[in-house]
C-alpha cells in the first residue's frame, strides 16, 4: 500500500470511528416489564464532515526539495539536451542540401542522402526517448523520497485542522488519484507545501531562472519531407 491509499484509508477509518462512537455514546435505558411496550433507539447522529482535497504528487514536487531536486536533474540533463540540439541542427542542413540539389543529384545520391537523414533522425528520436524515460524516472524517485516524508506532514495538519476526510487528487483512478473535477472540500496542498518546508529549514528553492518543474530533454522533430523523385 503507498503513502496515498494509507492517508486516506487513515481518515476514513478516523471518521468511521467517531461516528461509531456517537452512536453509541447515548445511554441505554432501563429494562421495562414485559408489558411496557419498549422505546424506539435513538436515530444515528449524523456527524458533519469536513473534507481536505490534497494533490499529493504535485504538493511533493512544489516543495523547495521537490523544486531542487528538479532544478539539480535539470543540470545533469543538460549534456544531452545540448547533443540532441546539434543533431537536429545536422539533420535539419542534410535535409536543407537534399531539398536544393535534388535538381542536380542522381538518383543513387538522392537515395543515399535520404537513408543517411532517415537514420540519424530514428538514431536521435530513439536517444531522446530513452533519455527522456531516464529523467522521468530519477525525478519520479525523487518525489518518492519526499512523499514519504510528506505523509506524516499531511496526517498532522489535517487532524490538527479538525478534517474527517483526506482526498488525494493526483492523477486519475488507474494511477491511483481519484480523478475528480471538483468536490465540496479545502485544497490544502499549498498550506502541506508550506508547513512541510517549514521541517526542511536548510533547503531554499532555487532561483526562478535555474528552476525547472520537470527535466523533460526534447524529442527530436520528424525531418522534413523528402523530395520525390523525378519521373523516368
Do not use: C
Not at 128 to 138: G, H, L, N, Q, R
Not at 187 to 192: E, F, R, W
Amino acid at each position: 500500500m503507498n503513502v496515498k491509499s494509507v492517508l486516506v484509508s487513515a481518515l476514513v477509518a478516523v471518521a468511521m470511528t467517531t461516528a461509531g462512537m456517537a452512536q453509541t455514546a447515548a445511554p441505554q435505558a432501563p429494562a421495562t416489564p414485559a408489558a411496557t411496550e419498549p422505546k424506539a433507539p435513538p436515530p444515528p447522529q449524523a456527524i458533519p464532515a469536513k473534507i481536505a482535497i490534497i494533490e499529493f504528487e504535485e504538493a511533493a514536487a512544489a516543495t523547495n526539495e521537490g523544486q531542487k531536486a528538479a532544478a539539480e536533474l535539470q543540470k545533469k540533463y543538460e549534456p544531452k539536451a545540448a547533443d540532441f540540439d546539434a543533431r537536429q541542427k545536422e539533420i535539419d542542413s542534410l535535409t536543407k542540401q537534399l531539398q536544393d540539389g535534388a535538381a542536380t543529384m542522381s538518383e543513387e545520391e538522392k537515395a543515399s542522402r535520404a537513408r543517411t537523414i532517415d537514420t540519424k533522425t530514428k538514431e536521435l528520436q530513439r536517444d531522446a526517448d530513452d533519455t527522456k524515460a531516464a529523467a522521468d524516472s530519477d525525478m519520479q524517485d525523487e518525489i518518492s523520497k519526499i512523499e514519504q516524508k510528506l505523509g506524516p506532514v499531511v496526517m498532522k495538519y489535517v487532524q490538527q485542522n479538525g478534517f474527517t476526510m483526506l482526498l488525494n487528487n493526483t492523477g486519475p483512478p488507474q494511477q491511483g488519484g481519484l480523478g475528480f473535477l471538483w468536490a465540496p472540500g479545502t485544497d490544502i496542498s499549498q498550506a502541506v507545501v508550506d508547513a512541510y518546508n517549514a521541517t526542511t529549514p536548510g533547503i531554499e528553492a532555487p532561483t526562478p531562472s535555474s528552476a525547472a518543474a520537470h527535466p523533460r530533454p526534447a524529442a527530436a522533430r520528424p525531418a522534413a519531407p523528402k523530395p520525390a523523385a523525378p519521373k523516368q
